[in-house]
């Protein structure tokens, strides 16, 4: 364990609250500028950290940590999240984009230890996933968490349930991390709370919301514009992927009075053919 958390930072950094990431390779480092541009824009005196192999601008990056060459880049990520140089961590992935403050996500590690939100669609990834998810005696009731926004406490408990994760995910030869995660954070005694999607919508996938969104989540070019229309309103809607051009997606937009209006339409319809029917 002490060989996998090598970073001591001082005290005076580690007692404020920052944003993580990390990122190797050039697709995923121009990701993780446009990322970090979108959080400086939305909170201006956050801290932010990045493990990387490549100096990146110090405006969007106020601490950076070397990445080890010797290290898969999942097995980095995993890495990346113990050298973590602030005492509460928002880990992001770099295809992530902040829509609006979000400050009030922190104040989720006063009571619990670690946060995520549930992945979409996550009965079906079990179903093909489901080997190792059985034999290792997790009930199918049991969520999987998407890691690619994580918000957690920096302490060696933590840092144990990374650790077990990392190990996991090697010894099963997974190539996704979270299956694994899933597993580990359910044998773990560790206190974690569930994070709505606002505050990590997954692209492409349908979702029905209500406020705004504030992290989106998902591999576009055009994240901003996506950002603005499906914020275009803070009722409750449904947003979900009409088809897709040139990487784009683009979001039909349904309005619950819609919804229920159509709704009542198709009972009434229903209700005169059953009338009809008994007075013959």
């Not at 697709?27 to 990387?52: C, D, F, R």
């Not at 490549?54 to 990520?77: H, R």
């Not at 997974?174 to 709505?196: A, C, M, W």
């Amino acid at each position: 364990m002490q060989n996998f958390v090598e970073v001591n930072h001082s005290a005076d950094v580690r007692n404020t609250a920052g944003i993580l990431y990390y990122a190797k390779g050039d697709h995923w480092i121009q990701e993780g500028l446009q990322s970090a541009q979108s959080v400086k824009a939305a909170m201006p005196n956050i801290k932010t950290a990045i493990v990387s192999d490549t100096p990146l601008p110090k405006e969007l990056f106020d601490i950076q940590i070397k990445a080890p060459n010797e290290v898969g880049i999942k097995q980095l990520k995993m890495w990346s999240l113990c050298q973590t140089p602030f005492e509460k961590t928002l880990y992001l992935d770099t295809d992530t984009y902040i829509a609006d403050s979000i400050w009030e996500v922190f104040e989720m590690l006063n009571r619990f230890e670690i946060a995520l939100a549930v992945t979409p669609r996550w009965m079906v990834k079990l179903k093909r996933n489901g080997g190792n998810v059985e034999e290792n005696g997790v009930p199918v009731c049991f969520p999987n968490l998407n890691t690619g926004v994580i918000v957690y406490q920096k302490n060696q408990r933590i840092d144990n349930l990374f650790y077990d994760w990392a190990k996991l995910h090697k010894d099963w030869g997974e190539k996704q991390d979270q299956p694994p995660f899933r597993n580990t954070l359910y044998h773990s005694d560790i206190r974690f709370g569930v994070l709505p999607s606002n505050y990590n919508y997954r692209l492409p996938y349908p979702d029905g919301i209500w406020g705004n969104v504030k992290i989106f989540h998902g591999h576009d070019e055009n994240l901003p514009d996506i950002c603005q229309r499906i914020n275009y309103s803070d009722n409750w809607r449904i947003t979900s992927p009409r088809y897709y051009q040139n990487n784009s997606i683009l979001y039909g937009k349904f309005s619950l009075r819609r919804t229920v209006r159509s709704t009542l339409r198709k009972g009434l319809r229903q209700l005169q053919r059953t009338l009809q029917v008994h007075q013959v």
